[in-house]
């Protein structure tokens, strides 16, 4: 149960993608990892830990022998999907403070209805300093219209228009009172700083629900952003915990933010971020260009990213055979049109890892009528030409503002991760 309570723990220190990279590094740093600066010209790497952040992208490893032949990397993201603010959110209309807000990513908008709501993130201020912004409190909520104005509403479904209807209440307008002044005086207070000194902000809407343990005798996980943020508790514990294994194999854990809009930016997996941490370690240890390909093309990352666990409810919408259920383990997850980096030969791998963890193995593929989803884990392998498995625990609510999984699949995860880490050896 260690593990299971340790997550919620860190579900519940990150609140908003940029600190959830604080809660990774905080962890590293007390486990004796060392920053490292991306605008260095050159790093000296003894062996120990070491790790880059830039926004709320987080990579990390550890360095065991004189050279570098391969990797064993671990991919995951830091990123959720929620709401978050426009660069101008605060006005009044009806008598009421409201925030205007982007959705990100694949929001099921309906859970972020009637809930409290507080607001994370960081903002800049004209020092030229980055600060982090927490407001843990009951600061805003969606009100859903009520049943007696929406009559067809449990027969025809909720309909929702996310630039109207999923606008946060925030308070009680006041005659006089600018709103976007008093915003301004909110989150200048909760970074302590001046109003007048704040340039730009990145903030999300989060859940004030604190994540527990539920069920009859505590076998399920009630949390916000399980997904993805299981998978880099799970492959934080996997890089710290793992004992030294083949010295010239550099375990790695990369926790990308954007995977939830695809990647594309300057810290996602689909940048050059990842490809230039690697090239560098292996040039700090008098490796060359040639040196660094022969070590990717001799690597395997696991595309960590959580599963669908088959639903009680719906047990219709999971292929036969192929109904990953709650509590049975990690998930290898395929696709043969390469929506998941999973091949033939990464999966046996995989089941190899599996067998000598004594982790039991579940297969998820789409059924052939629903389109699959996505990771990180084709496009590692198309940028970097890595060898890839995508895998994941299975989970109900996915993308909720509140899911689900269970107790007994993280440690397991955390196991089969470690393995990985600790005994790859090409």
Same mark, same amino acid.
């Given at each position: ?22 809660? $990774? ?29 830039? =926004? ?69 201020? %004209? ?14 909520? %969606? ?29 009680? *307008? ?60 799970? =492959? $934080?514990? *996997? ?12 375990? %790695? ?19 050059? $971020? ?53 509590? =049975? ?20 791998? $995989? ?56 107790? *007994? ?12 880490? *600790?005994?790859?050896?090409?």
């Amino acid at each position: 149960m260690h593990a299971a309570h340790d997550l919620l723990r860190f579900i519940d220190d990150s609140p908003a993608p940029r600190l959830a990279a604080e809660a $990774l590094t905080d962890r590293l740093r007390a486990r004796g990892f060392t920053p490292l600066s991306l605008t260095d010209d050159a790093w000296s790497l003894p062996e120990g830990g070491y790790f880059v952040q830039r =926004g709320a992208t987080v990579i990390a490893f550890r360095l065991r022998g004189p050279r570098v032949r391969r990797f064993a990397a671990v991919g995951a993201h830091t990123d959720s999907p929620h709401l978050r603010l426009k660069p101008r959110p605060a006005y009044a209309t009806e008598g009421v403070l409201q925030l205007g807000v982007e959705v990100y990513g694949g929001v099921l908008w309906n859970s972020w209805l009637d809930r409290d709501l507080g607001l994370a993130g960081v903002v800049h201020t %004209v020092d030229g300093a980055e600060r982090t912004v927490r407001i843990h409190r009951p600061l805003a909520r %969606v009100p859903q219209l009520a049943v007696h104005l929406d009559r067809k509403v449990n027969d025809e479904g909720l309909k929702l228009n996310p630039q109207t209807h999923l606008a946060p209440v925030w308070g009680l *307008a006041s005659p006089g009172v600018d709103p976007a002044e008093r915003l301004q005086s909110l989150l200048a207070d909760a970074c302590g700083a001046r109003p007048e000194d704040l340039l730009a902000w990145d903030l999300s809407l989060y859940d004030l629900t604190p994540s527990s343990l539920g069920g009859v005798d505590g076998e399920l996980i009630f949390a916000p952003r399980l997904d993805n943020l299981a998978s880099c508790h799970a =492959g $934080l514990l *996997a890089l710290l915990e793992a004992e030294v294994g083949v010295d010239d194999t550099v375990p %790695v854990l990369a926790c990308f933010d954007h995977e939830e809009i695809g990647s594309a930016s300057v810290d996602g997996a689909d940048g050059t $971020l990842f490809a230039t941490v690697l090239e560098r370690i292996v040039s700090a240890r008098g490796g060359d260009r040639g040196a660094f390909h022969a070590a990717i093309a001799g690597s395997l990352m696991l595309s960590a990213d959580m599963a669908h666990g088959v639903h009680p409810n719906y047990p219709d919408r999971h292929e036969p055979r192929h109904k990953p259920v709650m509590g =049975g383990g990690p998930v290898l997850k395929s696709n043969h049109n390469q929506r998941y980096g999973t091949s033939v030969a990464t999966a046996a791998r $995989l089941r190899a890892l599996a067998r000598a963890a004594d982790v039991p193995l579940q297969d998820f593929v789409t059924r052939t009528d629903i389109a699959c989803g996505s990771t990180i884990g084709p496009i590692t392998a198309s940028r970097l030409g890595m060898a890839v498995v995508d895998l994941g625990d299975p989970m109900w609510s996915m993308h909720s503002a509140r899911e689900c999984a269970a107790t *007994a699949d993280h440690p397991r995860y955390v196991a089969l991760l470690r393995q990985h880490l *600790a005994t790859h050896a090409g």
